[in-house]
């Protein structure tokens, strides 16, 4: 028998470390506490981790002419290669790049499909998840204050092999375990079975938290109401990953599905399949994000780009962030731990001191105006952690160029989200530039009708009016370099589930080339 058909002896006693550790440290002491551990220095530890126990690593850095025992400071730590899928993640064995090489130390794979649509393989061990969990209690705890009311946790995502709906599920037992009064039920993303599961249990709880894809859990609200079900009396929150929304959206769902209180209603994570939760929202950071998306001059001046990122806190002592030349690396321990990866999603890190800095000197302070939207349930000071910032704007590629103009999806959503058209719309859209010798160059712009909604002239000018507001508002850049004839939108409207535009089961994108 060789030693990889054995019992590994050492996994019982990794797992009730990490269970301990998680399960008996206060979410206080799991943010704050780490005794003042240098983020810079943990990141090289593990970088030391790597080189010794990760073949692939110590292959990558052997190609790269990197020397494991030249990099002795934190500051030698930025000469190191950045990594990514391509030069790293398919270029070895997945056994090699875990820790060893062996991929049985971990317990259980998740898939992902990306941005290509080619899975990926995320092995992971129950220590991975607890970090994640960190993140899940700290939205539970201090946006919805979970440890004191009864709550329903409905896992929307898909269930599977793929990362979100698993994971999930996952992350909320651990907070049922540690003592949080949160019950967990995992329906999927299933609408029917969705809706069976809060008909006969929410009102059994105090709160319930939906959690799933943004444009989905919209369906399920949207879906609900027609199937006579009133959110209001559920106490209903949200947690979402996957996409970026506006504020916009966030009031409208929030006002469909009874949350009275925005900053301490809902939760969006940045997550990847790569390392989990990188960082989420905090009632902090949607109140920033807020009052930016009322002042596009100072979102332009904080994020150099003509839409509004997602806004989240993170903490350095789990997961290390870096930028280069505008987008984001990360490092982090894992099932495969990742050292300087380069994901490819625009944004950057901004320091606690130095928001509120910025904030201050435009006259706006944000710890007061979260005091006063907290409302009566909410215990005091919930939601202020002195956590650095990250902005995601996410990939590039998702962006339509026009007349020299970078056109961002998020832009025309906001247009889609103005009354009445947002009764009128599912939100989902398809945006191309068209700008070819055959026809006047135009954005041409698909948008997929509500359910039972007529197409009509009057909804389609209405449509196109209003997302040309929005871009001019919005967007400098479309406002100084698109001549005024070009433009108005040209807008289509589609019925729901249109197979060429919409399928019905599929992940949406909102742009073509």
């Known amino acids: ?43 090289l530890s593990l970088f030391r981790e790597m ?21 002795r400071e934190p500051d030698d730590f930025a000469r190191l290669p950045l990594t990514d899928k391509a030069n790293y993640l398919l270029r070895h064995p997945l056994a090699d790049l875990c820790r060893d090489g062996r991929l049985e130390s971990c317990d259980m ?45 409905v896992v929307c995502f898909a269930l599977g092999t793929w990362v979100g709906g698993l994971f999930t599920t996952a992350c ?23 809706w069976r599961v809060v008909r006969e249990l929410a009102p059994q709880f105090e709160q319930t938290v939906l959690l799933g894809y943004p444009p989905f859990l919209k369906d399920v609200i949207d879906g609900g109401i027609a199937e006579g079900i009133d959110w209001r009396p559920f106490g209903v929150k949200l947690v979402m990953a996957g996409e970026v929304f506006s504020e916009e959206w966030r009031d409208l769902v929030g006002e469909r599905a009874g949350i009275a209180e925005p900053a301490f209603g809902s939760v969006a994570l940045y997550g990847t399949a790569d390392a989990g939760v990188l960082g989420n929202e905090t009632p902090l950071s949607i109140t920033i994000r807020r009052h930016l998306g009322q002042d596009p001059e100072a979102a332009r001046a904080l994020f150099g780009e003509s839409r509004l990122p997602t806004l989240v806190q993170y903490d350095p002592r789990a997961r290390y962030f870096e930028t280069r030349d505008g987008t984001l690396l990360f490092s982090g321990s894992n099932g495969v731990p990742l050292l300087r990866y380069h ?114 002239d009057a909804k389609r000018d209405a449509i196109a009016q209003s997302i040309l507001a929005q871009l001019l508002r919005l967007n ?28 019905v089961g599929v992940k949406h994108r909102y742009t073509r080339k």
Request: glycine share 10%; aromatic share 10%.
């Open 51 to 71: 080189a010794a126990r990760v073949p692939a690593y110590g292959r990558f850095l052997a190609e790269q002419g990197i020397d494991p025992a030249s990099i």
């Open 343 to 456: 994901i490819a999603d625009k944004g950057g890190i901004v320091p606690y001191d130095a928001m509120l800095r910025f904030l201050a000197e435009r006259g706006f302070d944000p710890v007061a105006a979260l005091a006063r939207e907290r409302g009566t349930a909410t215990p005091p000071g919930r939601g202020l952690r002195s956590l650095p910032f990250v902005y995601v704007f996410g990939r590039s590629n998702f962006t339509v160029s026009y007349f020299g103009a970078n056109i961002y999806p998020e832009n025309v959503t906001v247009g889609l989200e103005q009354p009445p058209i947002a009764g009128w719309v599912t939100g989902k859209f398809v945006l191309q530039a068209v700008e070819g010798l055959d026809q006047a160059p135009h954005l041409a712009i698909a948008v997929e009708l509500a359910p039972g909604i007529a197409a009509e």
């Open 1 to 43: 028998m060789s030693e990889g058909d054995r019992m590994d002896e050492r996994k019982p006693q990794r797992a009730i470390e990490a269970l301990r550790q998680f399960l008996e440290t206060p979410l206080d002491r799991l943010l704050g506490g780490s005794s003042g551990a240098d983020p810079a220095a943990q990141a």
């Open 476 to 503: 400098s850049e479309f406002q100084a370099y698109t001549p005024p004839e070009y433009r108005l939108p040209r807008v289509t409207l589609k019925p729901t589930g249109d197979p060429d535009w919409f399928p």
């Open 172 to 194: 909320c037992r651990h907070l049922a375990a540690k003592g949080y009064p949160i019950m967990v039920v995992a329906p999927g993303n299933n609408k029917t079975e969705i």
């Open 109 to 153: 794979m998740a898939v992902s499909s990306g941005s290509t649509g080619k899975p990926t393989f995320w092995p992971r061990f129950v220590s991975d998840e607890l970090g994640t969990a960190a993140r899940f209690e700290q939205a539970f705890h201090d946006s919805f204050a979970a440890d004191r009311r009864r709550t329903l946790a």
